[in-house]
């Protein structure tokens, strides 16, 4: 245990560039202080002393903020930075040189027993407050970005981002998967755009921007080519790309004066407060 504790210590220093010394990593990181209880509390729990370690992990919750299910299985070097809002449910697995940052709930979707929150393979990085909820694995060396909700599993050496996650990914190979007729229809045209599927550039900083990014260009060449056929058309019949704008009827134009009204309204409230 104490090979296991000098081996926490280590990690520390190599992910923390505040830690100054052991003493004060002993001392004052709640994050080791959280994991010595709970390897003591897992071991309570493996011996089917489970009133004591639930006991523990409660005044662990009370002392660091941290909540740690006595179950939950936590490999080697895991350090858990600032700490305060981590929540680690019971089924939860952790590998070796995880790291997780304050806010991070590794949750359940359902109340059934058995495994029902995530497994965290080597070397996942947790960004703040992100929420991984189910019993799906998070890939090693993969990275969750801050407030991300990640609720399926995430490839090794993924990004996942947003809400819900998105993933970005350098050499991907799509995993085989039945689809649906439209969603294989929209996966052969975004290909035929030069769509890359979860943005798989080591650019890119979110898929959903690059694919409404491609989308512009391709409406764009669109909008020039048809500019001219309009062009090649009117030299046969020069009325035929004339546009003719038909009247608003009364209708319209009373919902344009009603939307006016709301504006002007409302620049007059803005220029009242600004006033005060």
């Known amino acids: 245990m104490f090979k296991q504790l000098k081996e926490d210590i280590q990690a520390v220093f190599a992910r923390d560039p505040a830690a100054r010394n052991t003493l004060e990593v002993l001392l004052t990181y709640p994050g080791i202080h959280a994991l010595i209880m709970h390897r003591v509390a897992h071991q309570l729990w493996q011996k089917e002393l489970k009133g004591t370690a639930r006991g523990l992990s409660t005044f662990n919750r009370f002392l660091t903020g941290i909540e740690i299910h006595p179950g939950a299985k936590i490999g080697k070097?895991?350090?858990?930075?600032?700490?305060?809002?981590?929540v680690i449910?019971?089924?939860?697995?952790?590998?070796?040189?995880?790291?997780?940052?304050?806010?991070?709930?590794?949750?359940?979707?359902?109340?059934n027993k058995g495994k029902r929150h995530p497994t965290l393979e080597?070397?996942?990085v947790v960004g703040a407050g992100a929420k991984i909820l189910g019993p799906f694995t998070v890939g090693k060396n993969a990275?969750?970005?801050?407030?991300?909700?990640?609720?399926?599993?995430?490839?090794?050496n993924a990004?996942?981002?947003?809400?819900?996650?998105?993933?970005?990914?350098?050499?991907?190979?799509?995993?085989?998967?039945?689809?649906?007729?439209?969603?294989?229809?929209?996966?052969?045209?975004?290909?035929?755009?030069?769509?890359?599927?979860?943005?798989?550039?080591?650019?890119?900083?979110d898929p959903v921007m690059d694919g409404f990014r491609i989308l512009l260009d391709h409406m764009q060449k669109t909008d020039q080519r048809l500019q001219d056929i309009c062009t090649s058309l009117?030299?046969?019949?020069?009325?035929?790309?004339?546009?003719?704008?038909?009247p608003l009827s009364k209708d319209d134009q009373a919902i344009i004066?009603?939307?006016?009204?709301?504006?002007?309204?409302?620049?007059?409230s803005n220029e009242q407060a600004f006033k005060k």
């Open 77 to 86: 070097r895991f350090f858990i930075d600032h700490g305060m809002g981590v």
């Open 89 to 111: 449910g019971e089924t939860a697995e952790i590998g070796d040189d995880v790291t997780l940052y304050h806010g991070v709930t590794l949750g359940g979707t359902t109340w």
């Open 122 to 124: 080597d070397g996942v």
């Open 143 to 156: 990275k969750i970005g801050s407030n991300a909700v990640v609720t399926k599993a995430v490839p090794d």
């Open 159 to 205: 990004t996942a981002v947003g809400n819900p996650a998105r993933y970005i990914l350098k050499d991907y190979k799509e995993q085989p998967a039945s689809l649906s007729l439209d969603d294989s229809r929209r996966m052969n045209y975004a290909k035929s755009l030069g769509f890359q599927p979860y943005a798989a550039v080591p650019n890119a900083s």
């Open 234 to 246: 009117s030299q046969v019949n020069p009325e035929f790309c004339v546009q003719r704008q038909k």
């Open 257 to 268: 004066e009603e939307i006016k009204r709301e504006c002007d309204l409302s620049t007059c």
